[in-house]
T-cell receptor, first 115, second 115 residues
């Protein structure tokens, strides 16, 4: 069974600085999808960024980018120029490309932005 | 602006009462998921539907929980009778198997408090 591990329960970063959130996963599949979701205090789960496993180019969405290392089964999220609005719980997630609709979520990393 | 809607946003009830939570998936989406989120357990998948058919409800306590999709625009999660340990935020999410990533779009959640 696939698993997703986020080893940092909490992190803090100074406003305007860059922070990287770690995520590793375990799978025997070669084709899959990876996601980062953000959950701010409003509790709304928001999709931040997504990556296909067979695409070598790392996904980027404005200030958010990923470092996808397929061999290492690592999928870290980098937030550049951190803003107060980035304070949230961040969830790493995995979905098999084999036809399973279910997404497997990590336990989350709570990110604090220091003014 | 297509989004998943959930009602009610908040619900406070007494132990033993029936609770019904409703979800309207994004129009055109054919998968619906129910999650429960607590501090201790994180995000747990309770049940999911594809094309209105229940595919997996293994995460749901069968004796008191039930999930249905009366039609493509409505999913319901019912707890009867409710217990204090059911207090949590319940999320509905929808997705589409016709999209490459088949990512899930979440509703705002229902915060349930059982006294």
């Amino acid at each position: 069974a696939q698993t997703v591990t986020q080893s940092q329960p909490e992190m803090s970063v100074q406003e305007a600085e860059t922070v990287t959130l770690s995520c590793t996963y375990d799978t025997s599949e070669s084709d899959y999808y990876l996601f980062w979701y953000k959950q701010p205090p409003s509790r709304q789960m928001i999709l931040v960024i997504r990556q296909e496993a067979y695409k070598q180019q790392n996904a980027t969405e404005n200030r958010f980018s990923v470092n996808f290392q397929k061999a290492a089964k690592s999928f870290s999220l980098k937030i550049s120029d951190s803003q107060l609005g980035d304070a949230a719980m961040y969830f790493c997630a995995y979905r098999s490309a084999s036809g399973d609709d279910k997404i497997i979520f990590g336990k989350g990393t709570r990110l604090h932005i220091l003014p | 602006d297509a989004r998943v809607t959930q009602t009610p946003r908040d619900k406070v009830t007494e132990m033993g009462q029936e609770v019904t939570m409703r979800c309207q998936p994004i129009l055109g989406h054919n998968t619906v998921f129910w999650y429960r989120q607590t501090m201790m357990q994180g995000l747990e998948l309770l049940a999911y539907f594809r094309n209105r058919a229940p595919l997996d409800d293994s995460g749901m306590p069968k004796d008191r929980f039930s999930a249905e999709m009366p039609d493509a625009t409505l999913a319901t999660l019912k707890i009867q009778p409710s217990e204090p340990r059911d207090s949590a935020v319940y999320f509905c999410a929808s997705g589409s198997t016709g999209l490459t990533y088949n990512e899930q779009f979440f509703g705002p959640g229902t915060r349930l408090t059982v006294l």
